[in-house]
T-cell receptor, first 116, second 116 residues
Framework: DTEVTQTPKHLVMGMTNKKSLKCEQH?????MYWYKQKAKKPPELMFV???????INESVPSRFSPECPNSSLLNLHLHALQPEDSALYLC???????????????FGPGTRLLVL | AQSVTQPDIHITVSEGASLELRCNYS??????LFWYVQSPGQGLQLLLKYFSGDTLVQGIKGFEAEFKRSQSSFNLRKPSVHWSDAAEYFCAVGARVSGGYNKLIFGAGTRLAVHP
């Protein structure tokens, strides 16, 4: 099973709202990722967790707050977002996330976020 | 700097015709190269990857890619395209970042349209 699940599929929120995106995998992977993808653009890395520790933060604004409660779950907490944050948010996972291993990242279907 | 270039933004082929999507990379060490496909509104699905060994890599859905170090290329091919192949195709390189972790650097993508 190489499935990564994400909920919700769609989310509409106002600029004052607080919401969360959820990602789950049961492949035993110890690295999990959040990517942001704007329309007609490639995915851009936001965060990487390896062994439940935040390993990479690509200078993402603090209105995005990731959380990895356990090795299977990854959350992205959203607060005071701007309309330009509207995008497809993709979660991915891989074995451990270390460079040099050539490991594959498996992606979820994404959450389409619209900020009004 | 590490980068991936996909020179063709948009390609249109007839069903049954052959296909080649181009990808060029810039990376100092031995690259780990990937091709992903994304249908509209969906996540990314891995088609194939090059890690080491045989430079001709077979993937899912009848796709193959050839790694040519001398040309810094990793072009994707399919001998006969089906209408269901219409999608966005991303080439990516696995790059080492600080702390020894891994990130994917994506090309801009090639949108494939298939005429019946």
């Amino acid at each position: 099973d190489t499935e990564v699940t994400q909920t919700p599929k769609h989310l509409v929120m106002g600029m004052t709202n607080k919401k969360s995106l959820k990602c789950e995998q049961h492949m035993g992977h110890r690295a999990m990722y959040w990517y942001k993808q704007k329309a007609k653009k490639p995915p851009e890395l936001m965060f990487v967790y390896s062994y439940e520790k935040l390993s990479i933060n690509e200078s993402v604004p603090s209105r995005f707050s990731p959380e990895c409660p356990n090795s299977s779950l990854l959350n992205l907490h959203l607060h005071a977002l701007q309309p330009e944050d509207s995008a497809l948010y993709l979660c991915a996972s891989s074995q451990v996330g270390l460079a040099g291993s050539g490991e594959t990242q498996y992606f979820g279907p994404g959450t389409r976020l619209l900020v009004l | 700097a590490q980068s991936v270039t996909q020179p063709d933004i948009h390609i249109t082929v007839s069903e049954g015709a052959s296909l080649e999507l181009r990808c060029n990379y810039s990376y100092g060490a031995t690259p780990y190269l990937f091709w992903y496909v994304q249908s509209p509104g969906q996540g990314l699905q891995l088609l194939l990857k090059y890690f080491s060994g045989d430079t001709l890599v077979q993937g899912i859905k009848g796709f193959e890619a050839e790694f040519k170090r001398s040309q810094s290329s990793f072009n994707l091919r399919k001998p006969s395209v089906h209408w269901s192949d219409a999608a966005e195709y991303f080439c990516a390189v696995g790059a080492r970042v600080s702390g020894g972790y891994n990130k994917l650097i994506f090309g801009a993508g090639t949108r494939l349209a298939v005429h019946p």
